[in-house]
């Protein structure tokens, strides 16, 4: 029954997104941090991301917090690649990572091959590396 409630009262409503998700996350570290050392300013920094998620929840003008979270995406989508690809090269022991000089198309060969001609399948470029 609440459920049904709801589903009916969201109907029409933004609900959330990845920039919701990233205001509520700071909320909740930001809160960690205001119950340890209790600075007033951090208090009101912490309500404020609390409206501003329940606004952007709530709100009934799709197109513009669809905006809003495109240009956040914008913002962080660098960075989490650039996460992304460290993680990915931390996991993957067994090969090395090298960028070709010509395109800068990212390659990866077989670790413990001593030096190895290397070959860029986007450009052609041919250069040697250390594996």
Do not use: W
């Amino acid at each position: 029954m609440i459920r049904q409630y709801l589903s009916r009262f969201m109907v029409g409503r933004y609900g959330m997104d990845q920039l919701n998700i990233f205001l509520l996350v700071l909320y909740l570290v930001l809160y960690l941090i205001f119950t340890f050392t209790r600075l007033v300013i951090l208090d009101i920094v912490v309500l404020v991301l609390l409206f501003l998620a329940l606004f952007r929840m709530l709100s009934r003008n799709i197109s513009r917090r669809r905006a809003e979270n495109t240009r956040f995406l914008q913002i962080v989508r660098p960075a989490y690649r650039k996460f992304k690809s460290y993680r990915m090269r931390m996991r993957d022991r067994g090969h090395r990572y090298f960028k070709c000089p010509n395109c800068g198309l990212q390659m990866r060969v077989p670790r413990g091959k001593g030096r190895i001609t290397v070959h860029c399948r986007s450009c052609g470029a041919t250069f040697e590396e250390k594996s």
